[in-house]
């Protein structure tokens, strides 16, 4: 049995300091995906997460059981974009686009994914599956901070982040990256850490 | 000021009462070991829900009920084989509560190793005169948490077993769960991760999972007394009005009300130490008594370490009423 402890090998690119923004090069990693568009408090975020989780513990336990190699599930991540950046700052949450994503050891392959998708997908008898797939994300240069506290007063922390990498002489790119490192119950929302990353160039 | 030890008076209140309630349960025993003695009567003479006693009564007295019971017949059936010449072995069996002399020439064996006529025919003395030369073995048994007092009548918390157990009192809302259970014991290979398995598959895609997600393991069964492999677990995660049985899923409201909450963590063996520690430590000095609800026990993150030696963290949820 082979012991794969990706939270000790990712570390560095998820310890962040709250105090002030960091320039990082994140590796490419493999990942669970789903796409979706709407509100992150209604059901169809909410069936997207489950379902990310559902095929992320049955990858886990098929692993574990069948192949003899024990990893931890990882921290939720969202991107997020939309086709007008304003309707984040104007609320307008039915025109936010998000991707969930989950990141897998490089042991997982795509077949490994496609194989538990079905799996979960037979299980589970639900009519509205949301369609999770394996996908490489190469962000590379990217500047990052910790936001800690609840996750409508992330608007300050993002202005910082972006101050700063104009500042540095950067351009922001891509989608604006957010990884929960806390847990929305068990911690008092002005207690949640929040990894909050842009890619730059 | 000239109190010996300044015991908070809820906690002595509860420990006299446990110790009251342990006493019947045992005066119970003395009384009926020549009858039947089922754990049900026993803990209906202890005033226990039959449910928690089995825990409570191991912990205080440092072995389960049934193999007190068993313990004391033997004793009293070796003193009557070696003090009563002229009574006949079937006699004693039946004077010391074995229904059939087959049964007891059994039991007799395992415990003494040797038949009840060869103890009655000079293996009690030479067992004796062996036992005085030699030092006393080792237990290996752990050692209580109370011990009998002569001096004050009653059952008295050995030193050295406070170890320090950080308790809260929880007010647990109805949680409304989707389960899938496992009846084939508690040990690593026993498949309850499969269990696990099947519920997240169909927890996943009906938004029942995230970060936030609450999962519930309920052991109904106390492996003491139910055989190791047919012990009853059920696999929970906590889901709300939306959710509707479906299969193997099945959705139960869990006993809302007051649960004493302790963390632990550690390999496989911590659950059997963290209900011994909440019933035998924390419960005889806290003024609550058990509640006749099963226990919990919510999964703080997943098991970490190796698939051999996995480590848990989880906080055990016993249900209590006031005493």
């Known amino acids: 049995m082979r012991t794969i402890d990706l939270k000790k090998s990712l570390k560095p690119f998820y310890t962040v300091s709250a105090k002030k923004p960091a320039i990082i090069d994140v590796p490419a990693m493999n990942a669970l995906m789903v796409d979706g568009t709407g509100d992150p408090n209604g059901p169809v ?81 639900f009519p509205r599956f949301p369609e999770v797939r394996f996908e490489k994300l190469a962000e590379g240069k990217a500047a990052q901070i910790m936001h800690i506290g609840p996750y409508a007063a992330e608007g300050p922390t993002i202005e ?40 730059i160039s | 000021m000239g109190e010996p030890r300044s015991l908070p008076s809820a906690s002595l209140r509860t420990q006299k009462e446990y110790a ?43 072995e389960p009920p049934a193999e007190y019971v068993r313990r004391l017949r033997l004793e009293k059936a070796a003193g009557l084989l070696a003090n009563e010449p002229a009574t006949a072995v079937t006699e004693v069996a039946l004077a010391c509560g074995f229904s059939t002399s087959a049964l007891f020439c059994r039991l007799f064996k395992t415990r003494f190793g040797m038949s009840p006529t060869a103890w009655r025919g000079g293996g009690y003395e030479k067992r004796k005169n062996r036992q005085q030369e030699s030092k006393p073995g080792k237990d290996k048994r752990p050692r209580p948490a109370y011990r009998w007092s002569e001096r ?15 308790v809260r009192i929880e007010d647990v809302p109805p949680w409304r769960v989707a389960y899938v259970k496992h009846m084939k014991g508690y040990g690593d290979g026993a498949g309850i991760g499969d269990a696990f398995e099947t519920l997240f598959c169909w927890a996943g895609p009906r938004g029942f999972m995230g970060p936030d997600m609450r999962v519930l393991g309920m052991a109904l069964d106390n492996p003491d007394i139910t055989p190791q492999d047919k012990c009853r677990y059920y696999a929970c995660v906590v ?17 809302p009300g007051k649960y004493a909450v302790g963390r632990f963590s550690g390999g ?17 000095g806290s003024g609550w008594q058990p509640d006749d609800a099963p226990a919990l026990e919510s999964y703080v993150g997943e098991p970490t370490g190796t698939p051999e030696k996995p480590r848990f963290v989880f906080d055990l949820y016993i249900p209590v009423k006031p005493l």
């Open chain 1, 160 to 199: 910082r982040l972006h101050r700063f990498v104009e500042e540095q002489g950067y351009a922001l790119r891509g989608w604006h990256h957010e990884i929960y490192l806390g847990d929305p119950r068990r911690s008092a929302p002005e207690k949640l850490r929040t990894i909050l990353r842009h890619p």
């Open chain 1, 45 to 125: 975020f909410q069936e997207a997460v489950g379902s990310l989780y559902g095929v992320a513990y049955t990858l886990k336990f098929t692993f574990k059981m069948k192949k003899g190699v024990d990893y931890p599930v990882m921290a939720l991540e969202g991107l997020w974009c939309a086709d007008d950046p304003a309707v984040f700052a104007s609320g307008k949450r039915d025109e936010w686009k998000w991707t969930l994503l989950i990141v897998l050891p490089d042991v997982v392959t795509k077949k490994d994914v496609a194989a538990a998708v079905a799996a979960v997908k037979k299980k589970a008898k």
């Open chain 2, 268 to 284: 496989s063996d911590v659950f059997k130490r963290a209900y011994e520690a909440m019933y035998g430590e924390w419960l005889p």
């Open chain 2, 152 to 166: 004050t009548k009653t059952w008295e918390r050995r030193a050295g077993m406070t170890k320090k157990l950080a």
């Open chain 2, 239 to 255: 889901v709300n009005e939306r959710a509707e049985a479906d299969g193997r899923v099945g959705i139960m409201t869990i006993r």
């Open chain 2, 20 to 62: 009251r309630r342990l006493n019947a349960a045992l005066d119970y025993i003395g009384r009926n070991i020549a009858g039947d003695i089922s754990l049900g009567k026993l803990a209906a003479a202890a005033c226990f829900s039959p449910y928690h006693f089995h825990r409570i009564f191991t912990a205080l007295v440092g």
